[in-house]
């Protein structure tokens, strides 16, 4: 019985990927969204210049149908997209094989880039288990289109703070670098706050010692539980109005008025990441006080998925802020605390008032 060559069989089962795409197609395995975030403009930044990017959900129902035109049709101006299918890990096996053949028809300007966001157990990724055996895993296997990440595990922050200190051009002493891995909060919005934080402070000497890794904000059961909880108290009760402007004009005050500022914007990002988990149902994974929790779900219930992602943007805005020289400290504190006052203020029937600005929908 004659066989074709091996080479054939080969070029028959790679055809899925090689059709008009010129980029291929790549699988983000990582349960971290800011370091998905950080992998996807790796990928966008090698594509060129003007590089843009699309964003859709793969838990939508039903799946969002405009994604189809843009995997298949090819910008008139030949500007590279990356085109992010978020949460893919909920797509059930028949989408999966729709988007087979697509990837067969993908337009040359498009790289199509598919999220596996659910959670690792015992190191293990989160892949749905008919996956591998779909030809365009397969395929992605050998070019090595998968890149995995668990997000930041106490094994895997070293490599990632290491990282940070060589693209920014800092220099680690090995007491500061201890400390840092023991005190970083392990999700990598609210780390890359805090690191942004301890590299503003380092920015003469480009030395991270073991005082300026003491400027990382406690992560966890602290005093700014309260202060959130005043903050969402604040419209109704003058009193807890007076305990948050009373802390920010304190701070006004403080040679080092940046201090609270970056304290807050680390613990805010790490709890919006705890409202985001109790909203969605999945309290298990949430570490803190049994007795606070029940505050903070009727808090996520309150702000929804669109208050919650307003939060993100706010914290986001004030660092980047902050951080770029446009915004005094003092100031970015005090609006930033007027604008999620605003925000968690409750109207009578038990939705939360929009803050000026809001964005509705969902953010890559």
């Known amino acids: 019985m004659l066989r074709p060559p091996a080479n054939q069989s080969s070029a028959k089962q ?55 035109g843009e995997l298949t049709t090819q910008n008139l101006f030949s500007t590279p997209t990356v085109l992010l299918l978020r949460r ?16 067969k028809n993908t337009a040359s300007t498009v790289l199509p ?6 959670a690792w157990k015992e190191g293990k990724s989160a892949i749905p288990n008919f996956l591998p055996r779909r030809a365009f895993w397969q395929m992605a296997v050998e070019r090595k289109w998968i890149w995995e990440s668990p997000g930041l595990t106490d094994a895997a922050l070293p490599k990632f703070l290491d990282a940070w ?8 002493e090995a007491a500061a670098r201890r400390a840092l891995v023991e005190a970083l909060p392990r999700d990598g ?89 109790l909203h969605e149902g999945e309290g298990a994974k949430v570490r803190m006080r049994p007795a606070d929790k029940p ?22 805005d004030a660092n980047l802020g902050v951080i770029g020289g446009t915004r005094r400290p003092d100031d970015a504190l005090e609006s930033y605390v007027a604008e999620l006052a605003a925000l968690m203020q409750p109207r009578p029937g038990g939705a939360t008032v929009a803050a000026p600005q809001v964005q509705t929908g969902r953010r890559a």
Request: proline residues 4%.
């Open 189 to 277: 919005l609210a780390a890359g706050l805090e690191l942004d934080k301890i590299e503003l402070a380092a920015a003469d000497s480009r030395v991270i010692t073991p005082e300026l890794a003491q400027l990382i904000a406690p992560h966890g059961d602290m005093e700014f539980f309260d202060f959130m909880r005043a903050l969402s108290e604040s419209a109704q009760n003058p009193r807890a109005a007076r305990e948050v402007w009373a802390r920010v004009l304190d701070d006004h005050l403080r040679p080092a008025g940046d201090k609270i500022l970056f304290q807050l914007l680390g613990y805010v990002a790490w709890q919006a990441r705890q409202l985001w988990l």
């Open 88 to 103: 893919a890990e909920a797509l059930k096996a028949e989408v999966w094989d729709r988007l087979g053949e697509g990837l």
């Open 295 to 316: 505050a903070l779900t009727k808090m996520a219930q309150r702000l929804g998925r669109s208050g919650i992602a307003r939060i993100i943007e706010l914290t986001l």
């Open 165 to 172: 200190a060589a693209e920014h051009g800092l220099s680690l």
């Open 14 to 68: 790679s055809s899925a990927s090689q059709s008009s795409a010129r980029h291929g197609h790549r699988f983000l395995v990582c349960p971290d969204a800011e370091l998905l975030r950080r992998q996807v403009m790796v990928l966008a930044a090698a594509l060129g210049k003007g590089c843009a990017r699309k964003v859709f959900w793969g838990d939508e129902e039903p799946f969002p149908p405009g994604y189809w």
């Open 113 to 118: 880039v598919f999220c596996l966001e659910g």
